[in-house]
């Protein structure tokens, strides 16, 4: 079966960004910000961003390139013969099923906000009266139920429309809408009465709260976040980078895509810490930012009911732009591993996702009673652990020591496919930092993730 092609370039880089653009950026950024000082994380974390995030991704598409494969396939094109790399392959399929059984309800969730914002749900509701909806809303199991299929049945169905026609095409539309809705956003948000106060916290490095923070512990959380936030580990930026040419270098690729996840992130604090400082709101208050403080918010500023509206939009564009790419990447793995078509490969597939979802969508209410991580934890909370604190750290690792070794496909095999193209080239010089520093810094990463988190 003849491979399919991306038709642009910029289709390229929207979907690549779409897949790292997602709640971690919209919804886990602002209040890591918020709890880890302000400015001075903002700074570490790009910093992270480009000496972690860049060179992982640009193996990833790299591996894609070369191979012509989903990682279903991808290592048997590439691995030496009698290694077992391609158990990685394995592992980072059933990773972006993992992913999206849980990513597919908090999507929905994203989606039954902007409905009841629009409707005006929220209108005369205090912060107790916000606080009991969401409560309300994770306890209706039909409800739940019914916003997560909406996701799935609507990922499949623009993706069977085909990889230009359907999501390409709309990805593009939906990045773009995006853009847009968060510039308008953050224009409102700066120019509130008070907010100049949330921009000094956001942007301005304060010594005396990294002090009591405690510097260590502020530069381990922009690290994660800074890894994490690339969806680097699973395999879809393979994926597209199997879909595009060698007209351009690879890392020169990576640096667009980390630089636009890199904008959406920051930008959406631009949208939320002006609000919290002009309405006196605790801009640390965690997850519940988005779904109980914001909507506060919004009741009490002028037009808030279509300024709430458009944020909901925004983060339904975030959250169902990285469905619609890891969405592709399973129907890729299906396709590589069956044959089948592309339409076949959705309906099936489609089926699939909605009967592995159901636990998440039901573990707040049916299911509430499963606690594995303790008191209050979830079945969302369990899936979201082996996908960030194992799935992607040991996918990363994997990526890492197969194009470096000469165990796996190897130094010279990658930078040849990596620096094929005009743009920026990896040097010899980044050899030792790929080879060595990089995957300790990984391994350091995912023993402190894991540690912290029983902690």
Known sequence: MKRERLGSRLGFILLSAGCAIGIGNVWKFPYMVGQNGGGFFVLIYLFFLIILGVPVMTMEFSLGRASQKSPAKMYQELEPSGTKWHWHGIMAVIGNYILMMFYTTVCGWMIRYFVDTAKGDFVGLDSSGVGKYFETMLSQADMQVLYMAIT?????????????????????????????????????????????????????????????????????????????????????????????????????????????????????????????????????????????????IFNNIPMGRLWGSLFFVFMSFAAFSTVLTVFEGIVACTMDLSGWSRKKTCVINCFVMFVLSLPCALGFNVLSGF???????????????????????????????????????????????????????????MRFYMSYVLPSVITVLFFVSIYNFFK
């Open 152 to 296: 799935v049945v609507l990922g499949f169905f623009v993706c069977s429309a085909g990889l230009q026609n359907g999501l390409e095409k709309i990805t593009k539309i939906i990045m773009v809408a995006l853009l847009i809705i968060m510039i308008v956003l953050a224009v409102n948000s700066i120019f509130m009465d008070g907010g100049r106060e949330g921009l000094e916290f956001y942007l301005l490095p304060d010594a005396d709260r990294i002090k009591k923070i405690g510097i260590a512990n502020v530069i381990v959380a922009a690290m994660n976040q800074a890894f994490f936030t690339l969806s680097l580990g699973m395999g879809a930026m393979a994926i597209f980078g199997s879909y595009i040419d060698k007209k351009r270098t690879l890392m020169g690729e990576a640096v667009n895509v980390a630089l636009l996840d890199t904008f959406v992130a920051v930008a959406s604090g631009l949208i939320i810490f002006p609000s919290c400082f002009a309405y006196d709101v605790e801009v640390s208050s965690g997850p519940s930012l988005i779904f109980i403080t914001l909507p506060n």
């Open 371 to 429: 606690e594995p991580f303790g008191s209050g934890s979830t079945v969302l909370d369990l899936e979201d652990f082996i996908v960030s604190n194992i799935i992607l750290p040991i996918g990363s690792l994997c990526f890492i020591l197969f194009c470096t070794t000469k165990k796996g496909w190897g130094w010279e095999n990658f930078i040849a496919e990596a620096n094929a193209g005009k743009g920026f080239r990896i040097k010899n010089f």
